[in-house]
């Protein structure tokens, strides 16, 4: 599972109780700091990310969108979770958010649909799942990867000619 930290006063145990059973009974998305995502990206096959602006109402509507797909994602064993975290999206270069991407085996997988389209994300999760596709990156994605594993292959195109699209 993905860890959830009690950010209380553990020595009341009120406190405690209340956040244990929000935590059994809730169908939240879990947030998760960039050290989480990183170890529940390399520990899980399938995992999906909002990278989000709580501050945004745009943020806030796809998120209330999303809430409904969490349920059918874990039943697709595919982990869901979001981070509002700035250099955290950077890093993979995202420069608009919301931006849903799964991780595949830890190989990032941009989602390019309306995310306010909750039915057709979770569609288009569960083809990636059972499909093999190369995914889009972005050049931060590329040298991330370089960075992670000792073999990588990329092929680099145009994608605004014809030509090399049809060769790939």
Not at 138 to 156: G, N, Q
Request: glycine letters at 4%; one cysteine or more.
């Amino acid at each position: 599972g993905i860890p959830t930290v009690f950010e209380g006063d553990l020595e009341n145990e009120e406190d405690v109780l209340e956040w244990l059973e929000r935590q059994t009974s809730s169908d939240e998305i879990e947030d998760v700091t960039d050290e989480m995502l990183d170890m529940i990206i390399e520990k899980m096959p399938h995992v999906a990310v909002l990278f989000y602006d709580k501050d945004s109402k745009t943020s806030q509507k796809v998120l209330a969108e999303l809430e409904n797909i969490d349920d059918e994602c874990d039943q697709n064993d595919i982990a869901f979770v979001k981070i509002d975290d700035d250099n955290e999206a950077k890093e993979w270069g995202i420069e608009e958010l919301p931006t849903m991407i799964l991780f595949e085996r830890g190989i990032p997988h941009i989602y390019e649909g309306d995310l306010m389209r909750e039915e057709e994300l979770l569609g288009w999760l569960v083809h990636q799942k059972r499909h093999s596709e190369i995914p889009e990156i972005t050049d931060e994605m590329k040298d991330k990867l370089m960075r992670t594993y000792d073999h990588v292959a990329i092929i680099f195109y145009d994608k605004d000619d014809k030509q090399d699209i049809r060769e790939c």
